[in-house]
Structures are given as C-alpha cells and as structure tokens.
C-alpha cells in the first residue's frame, strides 16, 4: 500500500493556478526530496496533505484513506517541521514539548520525559526551564524538530529542517533521518539545499510552477536530463541560465551613484 497517493491534485488562489494536476505514488520507507523553484508550490502541497489548505480538486489518501473522509485521525501519525516556525515565545521549552506532546495524545509525564532525553541527546538540554524567547536560532529549531517527532509519527513532512543549525547538528540529524527511513518510516524532505537533497534523498521530486517535471532517484534523474550535480540539473530544468547577466547587472546598480 503506497503511504501516500496523490490524484490529480490542483489548487488555485484567486486566478492563480499553483498546482496544475500532480499525481503522486509515495512508499514507506523513503526519503523524498520535495524540490522547486521559490513558489513552485511545494509548501501548499505540503500544507494539503496536512490538512491545513482547502479548497484543492483531486484526491490525497493517506494510508490508504482520504484526507477529506476520515476526521483527522491521520494527523497523529504525522509531524510537520515548517519552513518558519511560530512557537510560543513566553513558553518554556518544557511548557511547550509536553503541550504538544498531549496536543498529539501523549501523557504530559512520557512528553516530559522524551522531552527531557531529547533534548539532552541534541545538547539543549541546559535551556530545559528557559523561555523559548531566549533561545537562539538553532536551539529553536532543535525544539522545533524534537516537536515535530516527539510522537514518533510514520510520516515526517520536513521544510528546510536544518535551518540554522550547525554542523555538528546538520551530521546528526541527518543520520536520525536516515535511521528513521531504515525503520520505515517516510519522509518528504522540502530544501533548497541541493547537495543534502541530492545526498539524503531516495527520490527527488521536482516541481516547476505547479508541475512535476523530474521524478526518480538522483542517477534516474541525471540519466534521462542533464549530466551534473543536483544544483545544475534543477537550473537547468528550471529554466535558469542567467545568472552571470543577472549578478553583473545587480553590482552595475549597486555601483550607480
Ligand atoms: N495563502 C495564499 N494566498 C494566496 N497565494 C498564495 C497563498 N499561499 C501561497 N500562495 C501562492 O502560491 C504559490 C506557491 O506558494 P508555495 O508557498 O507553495 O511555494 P513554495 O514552492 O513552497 O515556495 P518557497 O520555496 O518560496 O517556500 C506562490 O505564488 C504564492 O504566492
């Protein structure tokens, strides 16, 4: 049974077309790199497999039922690490973890307890008692990520989850992905990071202006498109090859006086 099935999904905001009809077959077990230009649609896709956006035509199932049918049961097995993340600023870390860990059916004692552990285990956990507004941007998004997985859901949706983050944490997180995969887990993995994307993920998905234009794992893809690294081959796909006019452009205004 695919973990996810997409059925002629499109979505529009006002006379705006965002997703022109994708269909898309997902099975447990990957990491799914979700790619695309600024506004190609990969949030919005992710925000209507999580229920958040309404208003699309075509189907999501989501093990094997349809999002629109089945009350929202599916959502506990599912944790989301937005692009920018609104956490309580006036929460501690501690008052926030085991909020959302009962939001998503955990007792508050196994939230503050796996709360507690993880965050120790990324070396936060010093700010355990402390305001998340007196947090700084990685140690944010390590809460933000220990959120989001605190239930360990089946399902990880993952946008630009390794913002801020240093590389000590990047190597870290990365090998928790990679083990959560091997556990069968699946994980769509949104990034404008191309040599992680092209590194961690099983399949690369890329989305040109609300359509599927690439599809397959990271050989399939240089083999049927372009030889190259992952960065190339979505410029090319993309349509950008102006970039050494478009740089020498902006420094000629910068230097206008
Ligand atoms: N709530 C909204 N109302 C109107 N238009 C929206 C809304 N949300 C998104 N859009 C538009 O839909 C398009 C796709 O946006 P989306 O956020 O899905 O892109 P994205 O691929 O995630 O981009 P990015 O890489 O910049 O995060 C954009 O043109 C955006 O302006």
Redesign the pocket.
């Known amino acids: 049974m695919n973990v996810i099935e997409i059925k002629d999904l499109r979505m529009n905001?006002?006379q705006?077309e965002?997703l022109k009809g994708i269909n898309l077959n997902i099975d447990r077990g990957n990491i799914i790199g979700y790619i695309?230009?600024?506004?190609?649609?990969?949030?919005?896709?992710i925000k209507i497999l999580l229920g958040l956006v309404k208003g699309y035509s075509g189907s999501v199932y989501i093990f094997g039922n349809d999002i629109e049918d089945i009350n929202n049961k599916y959502k506990n097995k599912i944790g989301y690490v937005p692009?920018v993340a609104k956490v309580y600023e006036s929460l501690t870390a501690r008052e926030y973890l085991t909020f959302i860990g009962q939001v998503y059916g955990l007792s508050y004692e196994k939230s503050d307890k796996k709360a507690r552990r993880l965050m120790e285990i990324l070396k936060i956990e010093h700010a355990y008692e402390s305001r998340l507004s007196s947090f700084s941007k990685g140690m944010k998004q390590k809460v933000v990520i220990i959120s989001s997985m605190l239930h360990n859901p089946d399902i990880l949706f993952l946008?630009e989850p390794l913002s801020g983050l240093d590389a000590n944490s990047v190597l870290l997180i990365k090998e928790i992905l990679h083990k959560l995969k091997q556990e069968g887990k699946t994980i769509f993995y949104?990034s404008?990071i191309m040599e992680v994307v092209e590194k961690i993920s099983d399949r690369i998905i890329l989305?040109d202006k609300g359509n599927i234009v690439a599809d397959g794992n990271f050989e399939q893809i240089k083999n049927t498109n372009f030889e190259g690294s992952l960065e190339e081959i979505f410029n090319q796909l993309t349509g950008f090859e102006e970039h050494s006019n478009l740089s020498d452009e902006f420094i000629k205004v910068l230097k206008e006086v």
């Open positions: 905001y006002g705006k965002v695309g230009s600024n506004g190609a649609g990969k949030s919005t896709t692009e946008d949104s404008h989305l």
